[in-house]
């Protein structure tokens, strides 16, 4: 009997395993053509979903009260927020697999100053840069603090953790330091990480723009997710742009083991991957393939599909297969 | 020549010494009274004179136009921010001594949501805990934030870091691991690190409050600033609450190698020293002056004054010696 009391506690020093990685895309969430606004209703409407998920149950029972983790005023709300602290703490607890990790894009938050100043191309001797990294911080650590708000008033343990206070710092622009030991305890004390793109310091370069996608590549091969799951503002990756009348959604990528992929559904693009980059005038989809082909090359299945749909709702479930014909997105997986 | 230039040029592993560590106290820069209600004029005041401090010539010549490094949106603000980034790139550098740290307290903020919730005293199997964890987190990173903003408009090159985030933890309470290598890293690259008192993971008590007086005292014992100043609401430590009509601040205290501590003016108290604690019904000033002791015993100053005034400008620039009879506020040093 304390033998199976101690397998079913799970060691202290033994991480779980974390069971989904989630990208909150900049554009699902902000509304991309105004500065430094966010898309209210798409990210209370992910949260709600990502708290689904995370429920044990499989949201057939009625859902009890949301615990609400945000206990600061709102701005321009008069009123101190209300805690029922004797409710709350006779809780016997979240009923919840809190085992997930949020990374969000910028979307109409940094980019202006980023973009202004050139952080991405370092040089921290330049006063420009110097204040556009400054700007640029401010900026995306606002937005992580308004989804950790977010994620919290749905009642997700969510903690923000900036790369940059992290140590988290690039060589030339690519990953050079990055302990995730952090990250690991908080999940592991039951809490759900929130990091986002960007500004950190640069070995060569003195600074530049880290990703929250390579953030999302980077923690999927320490921490292998079951799945990761890409929320955007479209249904997943075309052939060509979305807003093209004869875009072609592809429902599933194969990746081999040297990183080269193919279209298997739908059939009739079949062999002409090469399609997709030369119609990708928008530069963002050829991108995301790759990326997502580094994970899925890992056995890790990726699936990208928008942001407050039925379809985001499954992927966030990990209830998505490749015969599922009536769920519309991208499933990015090993061809093994 | 070569030779000349390499030893002006600080080497890139070779931390530059740290010139100051300034806490800017809670009550000095919220309104206690209300709710995560920020003093505003308090704290622009508290930038611009650190702004001043950090300044290379003594502020008799012109002060220059301010580049303000805040080009985030306000709220309520329907202009997006003007940024002159032609005139940036020209500017030959900030003209800063910008080797400061900022350490600020939570005041009016965290306080509310870690005492609901018992935060500081542990254990995260309680809903309640950590509910209140995030909920504290959320408040003190929101000031953490307001405080990175203000700085940033007054031109100084300021990043937020959370201690929490940081992977800094606690065991039974006491400072267990703090790594300060992105600290030392951020400074060398010309930023300022705004730091604050916050709730982080606790090895035997799974959670508790790690404080702002904690980690001043750590970051001075690692990186030996010339001095460290807590700005606060009163002139510096008083002999009894300083509401009381009788109450006499202290203005010289000198603490010995063994720690303990004596007055040495008012010359009337000498010898009296038990006479504080036995006053200070708050209970706030023995521990200040505890805090403070270890600092001095290292031979480090420590300056205790009041925000917003022309001593608080004096103790920025470290600007005040014993001798300064018309320097209002407490000095804490080694009596050696």
Redesign the interface.
Known sequence: MAEEAAQEQPSPTAPRPVRCIVKLGGAAITNKGE??SINEESLRSACAQLRQAMSESDGDGAPGKV?G?????R??DPA?PA?D?ER??G????GFDTNFIVVHGAGSFGH??AS??GVHKGG?????V??????T???V??LN?EI??AL?REGI??????P????W?TKQRKLASA?A??II??LH???VPVLHGDAV?DELL??TILSGDVIIRHLSQLLSPKYVVFLTDVHGVYDRPPTDPNAVLLREIEVDDNGSWSIVKPALLQGNNKGVAAHDTTGGMETKILEAAVIARLGIDVYITKAGTEHSQRALKGDVSTDSEDWLGTIIRSSK
Chains 1, 2 share one sequence.
């Open positions: 500065l430094e615990l983790m945000d206990w600061s005023r701005h321009g101190d805690v602290a709350i703490a809780m016997a607890g979240l202006f100053q202004r100043s921290l001797h330049s006063t420009l110097k204040a556009g990294f400054v700007a911080r401010i900026s650590t606002s603090q950790v708000r919290a343990p969510s903690v923000g953790m900036s940059f206070a992290c140590g710092s302990d030991s952090q305890q908080s004390a039951g809490f310091l003195d600074c």
